[in-house]
């Protein structure tokens, strides 16, 4: 699921960390993944719904980047289902905190 997320994400040209970004650019993407829930019927595993969040990190106005996550992430058949923006005082960085979800099939 790494190599899905990252690559849909690559052509914004934003570097793209799983769960801790180290490197040194003002402007970075990091995603990571919340709790899964599975769905069962007739006691076997039917489907998995994959959560993650994916949190923009930038100086400037994040608007332009989270409307590319959003159209990025759709064709790759997740499904966006919160969006919230701050500040970061201490780093002085906007964070925009998008969390989307996929229904999978269980194999």
């Keep these: 699921m790494n ?4 690559n849909a994400l690559q052509p914004m040209g934003l570097p793209v960390a799983f769960e ?11 995603f990571f993944y919340l709790p899964q ?6 006691d076997d ?3 998995n719904v994959v959560y993650i969040q ?3 990190f930038t100086p400037g106005n994040p608007k332009e980047y989270a409307k590319q996550v959003k159209q ?3 064709e790759n058949n997740f499904n966006k289902n ?3 923006q701050l500040f970061e005082e201490d780093t002085e960085l906007y964070h925009y ?3 989307f979800y996929k229904v999978e099939e269980a194999i």
Excluded at 20 to 30: A, L, S, T, W
């Design 72 to 74: 990025l992430l759709k």
């Design 37 to 42: 829930v599975d769905f069962y019927s007739n």
């Design 97 to 99: 905190i998008l969390r």
């Design 54 to 56: 994916v949190d923009i």
């Design 3 to 6: 190599d899905i997320i990252i």
């Design 82 to 84: 919160f969006e919230h």
């Design 20 to 30: 801790i970004y180290r490197g040194n650019e003002p402007e970075y993407i990091r």
């Design 45 to 47: 595993e039917s489907y």
